[in-house]
């Protein structure tokens, strides 16, 4: 006996999503969604206009010069959908989401508890009408007969779902375009789903194997694959409001001891401890802000507490990079970022660098709690032409920017070539912020560097500042870097130089290239 | 005279220590031939190079180092202070070999400089930290006898005048170096000869001076072509 199930299907939806990403309207603009080059779907608007899936880009917009193009974006659309499973699972329990666009769920017990196939459809239409503008439902035998019965509207009454596909096209089996057995198939003169089920099973699996014989049973509608039901997701996040708002670390700290207490034992409730949390924070103003910590090991209560106060600290007074909050804290929300099983020890977890740097960890921590978050920090080599860029500082067990979650910054790759980066040795100092420097050329002028990149006057004397001058002894560059020249307002170009004092010491320095004026010189780093 | 130096390690074996010492660069052999001996104090004045050279190979073997206080190169040691904040370039220490994972960085200790300095010396096994121009006897007696009893090494730095560590077991010294590969206008800085000298009490009492390319060529160590160890006392003997 087949299950009975019933399909929702939202149409196109690719489009739908990627035009809610993009902020377009989508309802009566000829607009497709492209991966790969080739027209992953489209608006009704387009197809319309003869725009069809799997077409190449070019061709597309051919036919249809107004064709609004968007890229794929499958985890909008996975986002996008979410809404539409929750308020599926407000009505019926046990949904399995097929993908973003369609879900199916077992219809026999739903239908008799709201009185009939009829009134089931009903009810997902109207629920589902909330969140997408456009969608079907369809109740067939099997889950794939139900896909078919959606993508036509249609009740297909029990038992007769082999009927109803008999006589679809052969290329229904193929939904993404892309199988060779459709094609084998239509060249065997096989046109439709009835004609491929009429196949006797055991000679299609010897000539297919699996796949054709998976095939072959959805053809003949004996698909009797159970609704794998998705478990929904439980948040165990903790909010804490603050009325009225406060803008003392001390204070926030103190009312966050109940709800730190309260997330982890949430968490351990269901046997989870967390490796890594999000704070965020909502101000007066209206600013939010989030932050991500990881922790050796698990956290604890106490590891929650010490930071949500680091990171208040941070937000409130400023200091290791954060936004500045200009106004109290009202909102203050504990979320948890990964979890792990309570009892699976962390230090195996972890590459086991054993009781070492568990030890040394430990002290971390404790230094941290005498000097603040960024009391200890973490250095990093990171892409950047130079010297400053290439250092990262962040403090210890804070997430560095590009694993932040929504502020998140793209990741500069040490290995990408970055015009303008010396070679090595690379400055065992660096000065960030660079600090003003004056190199004078013999006549007591600033060096300036011509806009070809060159020398007018070699430097002859480095004065730092209120020291006196010492004289350059050898010198070399300048190195002409072309920073962000793409966005003027954050464009520079400056020439990088290095230079050797009498006394034997090697500086790398920076000047801005064919300055207007005397160009201002900084240290940017120190051979030392 | 009672040989104590020769004793040392028949007292440490006995007792079960730990391990011997943390091994340094093969380049550095010649400034530490038994490698970084635990439970030691050592001072490094003149070069940051020089300090993040003596980490590296322990670094990359798995040991813990922390930089505490550092670095602070010779732009503020010649007084201009405030000049901007100076920061450790993590690309020289991952060239010399250093794990950047398992090093952490105290920017600025201020006041809780002995607290931070002692509670580290508890957990790592390098703790190289830029000693302050002012510190208690009683206190710098404490941390070497911490470094001591927790078996780990305390590296302090000491930048020109300001500092010091009139206790130091072993005292490096390096002179300032010269660049090759660097002309007038032509060549960019290649390597760097240095001269380091070394003295200390004890079995390292001789003190010694060796050349080394620091850094070498990317960024390494290389000893110089002719890396000669020379006792000084020989040389003085052959003077006289």
């Known amino acids: 006996m087949l299950p009975r199930i019933a399909t929702v299907w939202c149409p196109d939806w690719p489009v739908v999503a990627a035009c809610e990403a993009a902020g377009a309207a989508a309802s009566d603009a000829a607009v497709a969604v492209l991966g790969a080059n080739q027209v992953v779907a489209c608006s009704p608007h387009a197809r319309g206009l003869g725009v069809r899936r799997g077409m190449r880009k070019r061709e597309a917009q051919s036919r249809c010069p107004e064709l609004v193009v968007l890229p794929r974006d499958e985890a909008a659309e996975a986002r996008c959908f979410e809404p539409a499973i929750r308020a599926v699972e407000a009505v019926v329990a046990g949904v399995e989401v097929v993908r973003p666009g369609l879900l199916s769920l077992a219809a026999r017990g739903p239908a008799r508890h709201l009185g009939g196939e009829p009134a089931l459809v009903t009810t997902l239409q109207e629920t589902v009408s909330w969140i997408a503008s456009d969608v079907a439902v369809g109740i067939a035998d099997g889950a794939f007969a139900a896909e078919q019965a959606a993508r036509r509207a249609v009740v297909v009454p029990a038992g007769e779902s082999a009927a109803f596909l008999a006589d679809l096209p052969i290329a229904t089996l193929d939904a993404f375009g892309d199988s060779a057995l459709v094609d084998v198939l239509r060249r065997l003169g096989i046109w439709t789903l009835g004609g491929f089920a009429a196949l006797p099973a055991r000679d299609v699996a010897a000539r297919f194997g699996p796949v054709g014989e998976w095939a072959h049973q959805q053809a003949g509608g004996r698909d009797d694959r159970a609704v794998v039901v998705r478990e929904p997701p439980v948040d165990c996040s903790v909010t804490m409001e603050l009325e009225p708002a406060v803008d003392r670390v001390d204070v926030v700290a103190f009312s966050a001891r109940g709800a730190a207490e309260t997330f982890i034992a949430n968490l351990s409730a269901r046997a989870l401890a967390c490796a890594c949390v999000e704070l965020e924070v909502t101000s007066e103003a209206g600013e939010r802000a989030a932050r991500r910590w990881r922790a050796t090991g698990v956290l604890s209560a106490g590891d929650v507490i010490d930071r949500i106060r680091w990171q208040i600290e941070g937000w409130l007074h400023g200091g290791d990079g954060s936004p500045r909050l200009t106004a109290g804290i009202t909102r203050l929300r504990i979320v948890p970022i990964e979890t792990v099983p309570t009892g699976t020890h962390q230090q195996a977890l972890w590459g086991g660098d054993g009781e070492a740097g568990e030890r040394a960890r430990r002290a971390i921590a404790r230094v941290q709690t005498m000097l603040g978050a960024g009391g200890v920090m973490q250095p990093a080599v990171v892409g950047g032409r130079g010297p400053a860029q290439r250092t990262r500082l962040v403090p210890w067990g804070m997430c560095p920017p590009e694993k932040q979650g929504e502020e998140r910054e793209p990741a500069r790759r040490v290995d990408a070539p970055w015009p303008g980066h010396l070679p090595s040795p690379a400055p065992s100092v660096v000065l960030d912020p660079p600090a003003p420097i004056e190199l004078l050329d013999a006549g007591g002028h600033a060096v300036v560097i011509s806009d070809r990149g060159s020398v007018l006057r070699p430097p002859s004397r480095l004065r730092l500042r209120r020291e006196s001058p010492v004289a350059v002894t050898s010198w070399a560059g300048p190195w002409p870097a072309d920073e962000r020249w793409w966005d003027p307002a954050s464009a520079v170009r400056v020439a990088r130089m290095q230079v050797v004092d009498a006394s034997g010491r090697a500086y790398l320095i920076a000047g801005e290239m064919a300055a207007e004026s005397e160009p201002q010189w900084v240290l940017e780093g120190i051979y030392d | ?240």
């Open chain 2, 1 to 240: 005279m009672l040989d104590l130096a020769a004793a040392k390690p028949v007292a440490a074996a006995a007792l079960g220590a730990r391990s011997p010492a943390l091994p340094v660069l093969p380049a550095l052999g010649g400034l530490l031939p038994g490698g970084l001996r635990r439970g030691s104090t050592i001072s490094v004045t003149g070069s940051v190079s020089l300090l993040l050279a003596l980490l590296a190979e322990a670094s990359a073997e798995g040991a813990w180092c922390v930089l505490v206080d550092l670095p602070v190169g010779s732009a503020t040691r010649v007084g201009a202070a405030q000049m901007g904040a100076e920061r450790l370039g993590a690309e020289a220490a991952r060239d010399f070999g250093i794990d950047l994972s398992r090093l952490p960085v105290v920017p600025t200790a201020g006041e809780s400089w002995t607290n931070v300095v002692g509670a580290l010396l508890d957990a790592f096994d390098i703790v190289a930290a830029r000693a302050p121009a002012r510190l208690a006897d009683a206190d710098l007696r404490r941390l070497v006898a911490r470094a001591r009893s927790r078996e780990s090494v305390l590296l302090s730095f000491l930048s020109g005048g300001a500092g010091r560590w009139p206790m130091a077991d072993l005292r490096l010294v390096a002179e300032p170096g010269e660049w090759s590969g660097i002309g007038d206008g032509h060549g960019r800085l290649a390597r760097r000869r240095m001269r380091i000298r070394v003295d200390g009490r004890g079995q390292a009492a001789r003190s010694r001076e060796v050349t080394l390319w620091l850094p070498g060529s990317r960024g390494a160590v290389e000893p110089h072509e002719i890396a000669r160890v020379v006792e000084l006392s020989d040389v003085r003997r052959a003077v006289s």
